[in-house]
């Protein structure tokens, strides 16, 4: 407890770069996830290709080693990256791999004879996407999202690693700092702490997922009779 | 900055032997976690009172906190309660325990999908829970969890690079390792990645051959 007193602004901050980290992570992830997720259900063929490539690769990957990737290959190329800047990169990485899935499994829940009846009435590609299929895809895809936010949270942990002062990182060095300086080892409790943090911040936003998911349905209009239902996408695991 | 092959060829018997390690702390982890999730789903399933409701909460601890800070916390937070474990077992643990936690669902998923009526069935012709669980339930649920099963499986072998942060001497330690010291950087990212990779769809590739075998009863 007293540890916890001293060290407070510390943890804080920490707490912080953990938020910032996993943030910026989750802009640029959906990003990339939108634009290459929608891009990989139009009707070109080695366009699917090249974001299914990019899909696997990263997946298959182990994250680990993508982040060091960054970290130790982006100065070879004379991009001098700050650990920050290297594990969002990484993340964002894999994070929108993660992410291409859900937003195109988002859109091949919709029904096909929504773009059918749209293309019949005129509609052009982008109209179509952005007023008949986008609006009903979104459903299908937020609560995964908020599943893939709370992976991302986790894994910025990841940032300890590559050197990121962010909550593990916190919890790292107080641990290291109190057994050279006062000569008594605090792990167990220091790291059971930040697990629970951890599953505090986490459980909440899987919550606030469940919660997502149990509205949407409700709110979706009733499925006439012989209408085809389609199962929602189960969110993958890292 | 050229690659350099023979460099690579040097070191791949360390690489090796990292790959060695890897495979070994996964193999058993993911035995040991089909293990937990089989029992964990069993007791889930069956209702054991207490002890259903620890395991829900065990899954949701695990879902919701970073593999790392769980490696810590096994690593170097259970000495202060006088469990001291190997790197090697250390690993194990951790990854049993996080893997455990995602088969529990993924099995129990399967086993949901056994009827109600199956059971009560099996119960009124005298069958004990184990006897129900060998002989109903646990043949037709494994259809249907297998595929979450192996994704957890494979998964788990991409998250043994974890353990390189504690020190276990696997493949992705080695790997920088022999960087830091040789600034071979291209070199040895592209081995391990062609590795990871090759053992990952390896692994995709046997599990889309097992469902395949398992469903053969099924396909028409």
């Given at each position: 407890?007293?540890?916890?007193?001293?060290?407070?602004p510390f943890?804080?901050?920490?707490l912080?770069?953990?938020?910032?980290l996993?943030l910026?992570?989750?802009?640029?992830?959906?990003?990339?996830?939108f634009?290459?997720g929608t891009?990989a259900?139009l009707?070109?063929?080695w366009?699917?290709?090249?974001?299914?490539?990019?899909?696997?690769?990263f997946?298959?990957?182990?994250?680990?080693?993508?982040?060091?990737?960054?970290?130790?290959?982006?100065?070879?190329?004379?991009?001098?990256?700050s650990?920050?800047?290297?594990v969002?990169v990484?993340?964002?990485?894999?994070?929108s791999?993660?992410?291409?899935?859900i937003?195109?499994?988002?859109?091949?829940?919709?029904?096909?004879?929504q773009?059918q009846?749209?293309a019949?009435?005129?509609?052009?590609?982008?109209?179509?996407?952005?007023?008949?299929?986008?609006?009903?895809?979104?459903?299908?895809i937020?609560?995964?999202?908020?599943?893939?936010l709370?992976l991302?949270?986790?894994?910025?942990?990841?940032?300890?690693l590559?050197?990121?002062?962010?909550f593990?990182?916190?919890g790292?060095?107080i641990?290291?700092?109190?057994?050279?300086m006062e000569?008594?080892?605090?792990?167990?409790?220091?790291?059971?702490?930040?697990?629970?943090?951890y599953?505090?911040?986490?459980?909440t936003?899987?919550?606030f997922?469940?919660w997502?998911?149990?509205?949407?349905?409700r709110?979706?209009?009733?499925?006439r009779?012989?209408?085809v239902t389609?199962?929602?996408?189960?969110a993958q695991l890292p | 900055?050229?690659f350099?092959?023979?460099y690579?060829?040097?070191?791949?018997?360390?690489?090796?032997r990292?790959?060695?390690l890897?495979?070994?702390?996964?193999?058993?982890s993911?035995?040991?976690?089909?293990?937990?999730g089989v029992?964990?789903?069993?007791?889930r399933?069956?209702?054991?009172?207490v002890?259903?409701k620890?395991?829900?909460g065990?899954?949701e601890?695990?879902?919701?906190?970073?593999l790392?800070?769980?490696?810590?916390?096994?690593?170097?937070?259970?000495?202060?309660?006088?469990?001291?474990?190997s790197l090697?077992?250390?690993?194990?643990?951790?990854?049993?325990v996080w893997a455990g936690?995602?088969?529990?669902?993924?099995v129990?998923?399967?086993?949901?999908?056994?009827?109600?009526?199956?059971?009560?069935?099996?119960?009124?012709?005298?069958?004990?829970?184990?006897?129900?669980?060998?002989?109903?339930a646990a043949?037709?649920?494994?259809r249907?969890?297998?595929?979450?099963?192996?994704?957890?499986?494979?998964?788990l072998?991409?998250?043994?690079?974890?353990?390189?942060?504690?020190?276990?001497?696997?493949?992705?330690?080695v790997?920088?390792?022999?960087i830091?010291?040789?600034?071979?950087?291209i070199?040895?990212?592209a081995?391990?990645?062609?590795?990871y990779l090759?053992?990952?769809?390896?692994?995709?590739?046997?599990?889309?051959?097992l469902?395949?075998?398992?469903?053969t009863?099924f396909?028409?």
């Open positions: 407890m007293d540890l916890l007193i001293r060290n407070l943890i804080l901050q920490g912080a770069m953990t938020l910032g996993a910026a992570t989750l802009f640029f992830a959906t990003i990339i996830s634009v290459l891009l259900t009707h070109f063929g366009l699917r290709v090249l974001v299914k490539i990019y899909v696997e690769l997946r298959d990957i182990p994250l680990i080693v993508n982040i060091f990737f960054v970290f130790f290959v982006a100065p070879l190329f004379g991009l001098e990256l650990p920050f800047a290297a969002t990484g993340l964002s990485v894999w994070g791999a993660n992410g291409i899935e937003v195109r499994g988002g859109f091949n829940a919709v029904p096909k004879h773009w009846s749209a019949a009435l005129g509609l052009k590609t982008w109209e179509i996407y952005l007023f008949i299929t986008g609006p009903q895809a979104l459903r299908a937020l609560p995964p999202f908020v599943g893939l709370t991302l949270v986790q894994a910025t942990s990841l940032g300890a590559v050197g990121v002062n962010e593990f990182k916190v790292q060095i641990v290291e700092r109190t057994t050279m000569g008594w080892n605090p792990a167990f409790t220091v790291y059971a702490a930040v697990l629970l943090t599953f505090v911040i986490c459980s936003l899987t919550w997922g469940r997502l998911e149990r509205r949407l349905k709110d979706r209009p009733q499925a009779p012989g209408a389609v199962a929602q996408p189960a | 900055m050229e350099d092959v023979a690579l060829t040097a070191q791949w018997p360390a690489l090796m990292g790959l060695w890897t495979v070994q702390v996964s193999a058993l993911i035995v040991l976690s089909i293990v937990v029992l964990g789903a069993a007791a399933v069956l209702q054991v009172p002890l259903d620890l395991i829900v065990y899954v601890f695990i879902r919701n906190t970073p790392l800070a769980q490696l810590f916390f096994i690593f170097y937070g259970l000495p202060g309660l006088g469990l001291r474990l090697f077992w250390s690993g194990v643990l951790c990854l049993t936690a995602y088969q529990i669902e993924n129990r998923g399967g086993l949901e999908t056994v009827g109600k009526g199956l059971r009560e069935a099996a119960f009124s012709l005298g069958l004990s829970p184990w006897r129900y669980f060998r002989l109903v043949p037709m649920a494994i249907v969890g297998l595929p979450s099963m192996l994704n957890t499986s494979i998964s072998l991409k998250n043994s690079s974890y353990l390189q942060a504690i020190g276990l001497a696997e493949l992705t330690y790997a920088i390792d022999r830091s010291m040789d600034f071979r950087t070199e040895m990212f081995a391990i990645c062609v590795i090759v053992l990952v769809l390896f692994l995709s590739f046997l599990a889309s051959r469902e395949y075998r398992l469903n009863p396909r028409t």
